[in-house]
């Protein structure tokens, strides 16, 4: 989609050009994203994960359930057990979004497409809204076809929720608006690094690497890392037990937020400075 649109004023005529708007770079971005098969297979894989793996995961601890010591029947959390598999399916997440964009630096496809928007700033926001809102979309989906079917599994071995207990509702919801921020941040992660694997490894660190280290420190360090972490913050939002040193899910979320809001900038930044 070009930054101005060409509209045929008849033979011997002067082509006339209509600047583009957002909306029509928004839909060059879904037709982009649409057109790829990894969109297919990173989404298929998160539904899969998100579904089958928590589902799997439900029904193996609600059996284990009557074992369990009493520390962890105190601190039971059906909703998130349901929710498990998202932790995994949210790489999916991560991949892709750092693919959406990074791939057009490997493909050179980016030259192309800067020439089409040189409002740089405005391609790479059209690219954030297009996959934060199918990951909103999917990540809903899946986060309450999880919940009914984990719950289903507990039925009868444990005790379960409902959406109407307190703090249900929230992290149902909360762990799709944990996966759309991720969304954003990826594709600023992709945009900011530029080569794939590099966004890749960055990513994998930021969810699952660094957060594994830090449990070897000591308390007084782990601790407040724990607290604070971006993902690990806002990751609160799917779980309605808040154990000790970490935030509530909405602080929690917001910090996260604050994170994928510094990271952006920094993308948004390099973005005009660097060439393509």
Request: proline residues 5%.
């Given at each position: 989609?070009?930054?101005?649109?060409i509209?045929?004023?008849g033979?011997?005529?002067?082509?006339?050009?209509?600047?583009?708007?957002?909306?029509?770079?928004?839909?060059?971005?879904?037709?982009?994203?649409?057109?790829?098969?990894?969109?297919?297979?990173?989404?298929?894989?998160?539904?899969?994960?998100?579904?089958?793996?928590?589902?799997?995961?439900?029904?193996?601890?609600?059996?284990?359930?009557?074992r369990?010591?009493?520390?962890?029947?105190?601190?039971?959390?059906?909703?998130?057990?349901?929710?498990?598999?998202?932790?995994?399916?949210?790489?999916?997440?991560?991949?892709?979004?750092?693919?959406?964009?990074?791939?057009?630096?490997?493909?050179?496809?980016?030259?192309?497409?800067?020439?089409?928007?040189p409002?740089?700033?405005?391609?790479?926001a059209?690219?954030?809204?297009?996959?934060?809102?199918?990951?909103?979309?999917?990540?809903?989906?899946?986060?309450?076809?999880?919940?009914?079917?984990?719950?289903?599994?507990?039925?009868?071995?444990?005790?379960?929720?409902?959406?109407?207990?307190?703090?249900?509702?929230?992290?149902?919801?909360?762990?799709?608006?944990?996966?759309?921020?991720?969304?954003?941040?990826?594709?600023?992660?992709?945009?900011?690094?530029?080569?794939?694997?590099?966004?890749?490894?960055?990513?994998?660190?930021?969810?699952?690497?660094?957060?594994?280290?830090?449990?070897?420190?000591?308390?007084?360090?782990?601790?407040?890392?724990?607290?604070?972490?971006?993902?690990q913050?806002?990751?609160?939002?799917?779980?309605?037990?808040?154990?000790?040193?970490?935030?509530?899910?909405?602080?929690?979320?917001?910090?996260?937020?604050l994170?994928?809001?510094?990271?952006?900038?920094?993308?948004?930044?390099?973005?005009?400075r660097?060439?393509?």
């Amino acid at each position: 989609m070009s930054d101005a649109t060409i509209a045929r004023t008849g033979p011997g005529q002067r082509a006339a050009f209509r600047p583009a708007t957002f909306g029509d770079v928004l839909r060059s971005e879904w037709t982009k994203l649409r057109s790829v098969r990894s969109t297919f297979w990173a989404l298929t894989v998160t539904v899969v994960l998100g579904i089958g793996l928590g589902a799997a995961i439900s029904a193996l601890t609600a059996h284990g359930y009557a074992r369990s010591s009493v520390s962890a029947k105190l601190s039971w959390d059906p909703t998130n057990i349901s929710l498990s598999g998202m932790v995994i399916a949210q790489l999916a997440i991560a991949v892709l979004g750092v693919l959406c964009i990074s791939s057009e630096y490997s493909s050179g496809m980016i030259r192309t497409s800067l020439i089409a928007v040189p409002k740089r700033g405005r391609m790479l926001a059209a690219k954030s809204v297009v996959f934060a809102a199918v990951t909103f979309v999917v990540g809903e989906v899946v986060s309450f076809a999880a919940f009914f079917v984990g719950q289903a599994l507990i039925s009868g071995h444990a005790p379960h929720a409902t959406l109407g207990d307190p703090g249900v509702a929230r992290a149902v919801v909360g762990a799709g608006l944990y996966l759309t921020a991720l969304a954003v941040l990826s594709v600023a992660a992709g945009s900011l690094l530029r080569h794939p694997a590099a966004a890749i490894a960055s990513m994998v660190g930021v969810l699952f690497v660094l957060p594994g280290i830090v449990q070897a420190l000591p308390d007084s360090w782990r601790n407040p890392v724990n607290e604070f972490w971006p993902t690990q913050a806002g990751g609160q939002m799917a779980s309605v037990y808040i154990p000790a040193h970490t935030l509530q899910p909405w602080p929690g979320f917001g910090v996260m937020c604050l994170f994928v809001a510094i990271v952006y900038a920094a993308a948004w930044t390099l973005l005009d400075r660097r060439d393509a």
